[in-house]
């Protein structure tokens, strides 16, 4: 990382200093200046919405595919480094993990199948984020998904993975996204060969993109290239921050390919959004006008990472 990067970086808000602090530099910030940010403040207000906030997602009324709303508000403030206790959210993050199914599964939203992982693993690899990756509820919910997992180290919500008339040729894309991340927290398990599967099929859809390859719906085409965040679709940007912790993905050559591809749109190093979903007012990664000092740690954050699992 180059230094008048880091400087720049550094220039920013102080959630985003506790991030670069925590992250970058592996020291030991203090929170407390970082969750009084008035735009994090604004969050964590979010978050006790009746609407938008975790009595909303207690009671099942969100939708994954909106921002605005506790799914991504949870996200991004997991992605800070900032944990559960920070925010002080313990208590309501249980009372989540005490909705599991006696199978294993969770339901998480309106209509929603139990297993539907491409939609409960985001919300179950944010709280294991926030500091819950060895709660049993978490440590359960990843055996099932591990048990469920296809003969091709994937996984599809609504296929068997034992063949027949409705077998899929190949996994979903977002299954596998989702399920990774929450996969790729645990240090066991990002050298472990049945992942190699599902890391595959998300580098190989982009080697073969000008194909114009469409997986279970989802494409590699301008939608999943343009720099966002936080990327609620099946995007680039996602994709190469969920497999950068596992070696298999980094000695790929496809991993270099898109890092590189992502790296080519940079301006002295710094990186603009192409695109604003307008419910994070007062963060920099939601405008696309000017240059993002958080775009561009996530992009540091994942040549970093790439680095150290090489």
């Known amino acids: 990382m180059k230094q008048d990067i880091l400087e720049w970086l550094l220039e920013g808000p102080d959630w985003l200093k506790y991030a670069v602090g925590r992250q970058l530099l592996r020291g030991k910030p203090d929170p407390r200046l970082a969750l009084e940010d008035p735009a994090i403040l604004s969050l964590r207000q979010r978050l006790r919405n009746p609407q938008l906030g975790l009595p909303a997602l207690l009671e099942k009324k969100l939708y994954y595919t909106r921002t605005g709303n506790a799914y991504w508000d949870l996200f991004f403030l997991a992605d800070t480094g900032l944990t559960a206790r920070d925010l002080g959210i313990e208590a309501e993050l249980e009372q989540l993990l005490a909705r599991q199914m006696p199978s294993g599964d969770f339901i998480t939203e309106p209509g929603m199948a139990p297993n539907y992982y491409c939609i409960s693993a985001i919300l179950l690899s944010t709280i294991a984020k926030l500091g819950f990756t060895e709660h049993p509820a978490v440590r359960k919910y990843l055996k099932v998904i591990l048990d469920t997992q296809r003969y091709d180290g994937g996984w599809h919500c609504e296929k068997s993975q034992s063949g027949g008339e409705s077998y899929a040729p190949e996994s979903c894309p977002m299954d596998n996204l989702n399920i990774l991340m929450l996969v790729g927290q645990y240090d066991a398990l ?120 090489a």
């Not at 099929?201 to 114009?212: C, E, I, T």
């Not at 990327?231 to 991993?255: C, K």
């Not at 192409?274 to 007012?281: D, K, M, Q, T, V």
């Open 190 to 309: 990002r050298n472990d060969d049945r992942f190699n599967g599902a890391i595959d099929l998300l580098l190989n859809h982009w080697q073969q993109r000008d194909r114009k390859l469409r997986l279970d719906g989802f494409g590699v085409g301008s939608r999943y290239s343009a720099l966002k965040y936080p990327a609620v679709d099946y995007g680039i940007l996602r994709v190469l921050d969920t497999v950068s912790v596992f070696p298999h993905a980094v000695r790929r050559p496809a991993f270099g390919q898109m890092l590189r591809w992502v790296q080519g749109k940079a301006v002295n190093g710094r990186y603009t959004p192409e695109y604003a979903c307008g419910s994070f007012p007062g963060f920099d990664f939601d405008q696309t006008g000017q240059p993002s000092r958080w775009l561009t740690f996530q992009i540091v954050r994942m040549e970093r990472r790439a680095e150290l699992t």
